[in-house]
């Protein structure tokens, strides 16, 4: 063999020996990669079955995972403890799932929310509805309709079975229904105001109606079934709060953009004090438990602690403010009261929805879910469930407790308008009906 040969025949030896031994060099890699991701297969299999959750079955390595669209949540797959086709109950929980339903069309404002006094249905009042949900599973069980432009304010009877509603044209009339949620009586319209209905309350009893309007006054109906009852004509300017003691019989609030609270003696119906510590208008009152003090909510953004007193001996009347808490900076636009009065819930301008110990005024929870401010909020009756809503237009339900959010979802729309008939599609009348 020549020096050539020889030297051509070492090179061709040389590249073959590299060639075998980086295949060589592959093949162990691969094994070893392989053992490393079977055992660590194996020991997280086993990880789980010591946690009490499904164990890993044979074959369970060749299973694909479920596509995934960009930018949305998986799809948790619920299944049987042990079945490889299916996650199980306890890793579906830890798959994010929403609990907002947005429908894809134009939204009307939550203007109004009220919880019946067992806290097992809610009102929710909109733009040309009051809409009522089973508060077990957010169902609607009942509509609505006979309300003029959006709803302004809703309060249950203490029955629960009748629900006053307050609406109106802006600056033309206020209208008050008190509509039978069984629908086994016709809806009871009192007389209008001359402004839309912004506040309305029940007396404990459920025999008077206190409604508040935008025509400035306020009105006492002390029956339901007639026109009875004073006219208020006391604030210089709107009326957007009004409240009764939880005790039968003495003393009912109004509250006004004018910033005053007015007292009144419900006996007498006379004004007995008024406080104007507010730099605000006044936008809700909700009394303590103890039936003499009471909260108000206002444009300043502030929650007022206000007291009245009553000398029997010398029948006088006096007042104190012992409290003033920052809320809602840009405004507190809605207040209301648990009813076993132990909390009360706000929203406003900054979007936020907080719930309070009503004696002392702390901060149980702070809720930011809501993208918009928040024109409407109510507690259950136990204060464990909070809803509120807005400009946004859906409605939120919290886990107070748990601080955690339970739903979220809107009204149904209201039906389509009925077009009105073309003009060619009028027949004239025949000649035997022309005279």
Same mark, same amino acid.
């Given at each position: 063999?020549?020096?050539?040969?020889?030297?051509?025949?070492?090179?061709?030896?040389?590249?073959?020996?590299?060639?075998?031994?980086?295949?060589?060099?592959?093949?162990?890699?691969?094994?070893?990669?392989?053992?490393?991701?079977?055992?660590?297969?194996? #020991?997280?299999?086993?990880?789980?079955?010591?946690?009490?959750?499904?164990?890993?079955? #044979?074959?369970?390595?060749?299973?694909?995972?479920?596509?995934?669209?960009?930018?949305?949540?998986?799809?948790?797959?619920?299944?049987?403890?042990?079945?490889?086709?299916?996650?199980?109950?306890?890793?579906?929980?830890?798959?994010?799932?929403?609990?907002?339903?947005?429908?894809?069309?134009?939204?009307?404002?939550?203007?109004?929310?009220?919880?019946?006094?067992?806290?097992?249905?809610?009102?929710?009042?909109?733009?040309?509805?009051?809409?009522?949900?089973?508060?077990?599973?957010?169902?609607?069980?009942?509509?609505?309709?006979?309300?003029?432009?959006?709803?302004?304010?809703?309060?249950?009877?203490?029955?629960?079975?009748?629900?006053?509603?307050?609406?109106?044209?802006?600056? *033309?009339?206020?209208?008050?229904?008190?509509?039978?949620?069984?629908?086994?009586?016709?809806?009871?319209?009192?007389?209008?105001?001359?402004?839309?209905?912004?506040?309305?309350?029940?007396?404990?009893?459920? !025999?008077?109606?206190?409604?508040?309007?935008?025509? #400035?006054?306020?009105?006492?109906?002390?029956?339901?079934?007639?026109?009875?009852?004073? *006219?208020?004509?006391?604030?210089?300017?709107?009326?957007?709060?009004?409240?009764?003691?939880?005790?039968?019989?003495?003393?009912?609030?109004?509250?006004? /953009?004018?910033?005053?609270?007015? %007292?009144?003696?419900?006996?007498? %119906?006379?004004?007995?004090?008024?406080?104007?510590?507010?730099?605000?208008?006044?936008?809700?009152?909700?009394?303590?438990?103890?039936?003499?003090?009471?909260?108000?909510?206002?444009?300043?953004?502030?929650?007022?602690?206000?007291?009245?007193?009553?000398?029997?001996?010398?029948?006088?009347?006096?007042?104190?403010?012992?409290?003033?808490?920052?809320?809602?900076?840009?405004?507190?636009?809605? /207040?209301?009261?648990?009813?076993?009065?132990?909390?009360?819930?706000?929203?406003?301008?900054?979007?936020?929805?907080?719930?309070?110990?009503?004696?002392?005024?702390?901060?149980?929870?702070?809720?930011?879910?809501?993208?918009?401010? %928040?024109?409407?909020?109510?507690?259950?009756?136990?204060?464990?469930?909070?809803?509120?809503?807005?400009?946004?237009? /859906?409605?939120?339900?919290?886990?107070?407790?748990?601080?955690?959010?339970?739903?979220?979802?809107?009204?149904?729309?209201?039906?389509?308008?009925?077009?009105?008939?073309?003009?060619?599609?009028?027949?004239?009348?025949?000649? !035997?009906?022309? #005279?």
């Amino acid at each position: 063999m020549s020096v050539l040969s020889r030297m051509a025949y070492v090179r061709h030896r040389k590249r073959f020996r590299s060639l075998s031994n980086c295949l060589l060099s592959l093949l162990v890699g691969f094994g070893v990669s392989h053992g490393l991701a079977a055992g660590a297969q194996a #020991k997280a299999a086993v990880g789980q079955t010591q946690n009490g959750q499904a164990t890993a079955l #044979k074959g369970q390595s060749q299973l694909k995972s479920p596509a995934v669209a960009p930018g949305k949540p998986p799809v948790a797959l619920v299944g049987k403890p042990g079945d490889p086709t299916k996650l199980d109950a306890a890793k579906a929980q830890e798959t994010p799932v929403s609990v907002i339903v947005k429908p894809n069309r134009q939204l009307g404002e939550i203007t109004a929310l009220a919880f019946s006094p067992d806290g097992k249905r809610l009102a929710v009042g909109t733009f040309g509805e009051v809409v009522l949900y089973d508060a077990t599973n957010w169902q609607v069980v009942a509509t609505f309709r006979q309300v003029s432009d959006r709803v302004r304010s809703l309060a249950f009877h203490p029955d629960g079975l009748l629900l006053a509603i307050g609406s109106g044209q802006p600056g *033309i009339s206020g209208t008050t229904v008190i509509w039978d949620t069984t629908n086994t009586a016709k809806p009871n319209v009192l007389p209008n105001q001359f402004d839309t209905i912004e506040s309305l309350a029940f007396d404990p009893d459920g !025999k008077e109606l206190l409604i508040g309007s935008n025509d #400035k006054k306020a009105r006492c109906f002390t029956s339901l079934t007639s026109d009875n009852g004073p *006219i208020l004509d006391a604030h210089n300017d709107r009326v957007q709060a009004v409240a009764f003691s939880p005790k039968s019989g003495t003393i009912f609030l109004t509250g006004g /953009l004018d910033r005053i609270v007015k %007292v009144w003696d419900q006996q007498k %119906v006379v004004n007995v004090i008024n406080f104007d510590q507010s730099e605000g208008g006044i936008t809700g009152l909700a009394f303590l438990n103890n039936a003499t003090q009471f909260i108000g909510s206002a444009l300043d953004g502030k929650l007022y602690w206000w007291g009245v007193n009553h000398d029997e001996r010398k029948n006088a009347w006096s007042g104190y403010h012992f409290r003033t808490i920052m809320a809602h900076p840009g405004g507190v636009y809605a /207040l209301g009261r648990s009813g076993n009065g132990q909390r009360i819930v706000t929203g406003g301008a900054d979007k936020m929805v907080s719930v309070w110990t009503a004696d002392n005024g702390n901060r149980v929870r702070e809720f930011k879910d809501s993208p918009q401010p %928040v024109y409407a909020a109510a507690l259950t009756p136990d204060g464990k469930t909070a809803v509120a809503g807005g400009r946004e237009g /859906l409605v939120y339900v919290w886990d107070v407790e748990a601080n955690k959010l339970l739903s979220g979802f809107a009204p149904p729309a209201l039906p389509a308008p009925v077009a009105p008939a073309k003009a060619s599609q009028i027949k004239a009348p025949s000649s !035997k009906h022309r #005279k």
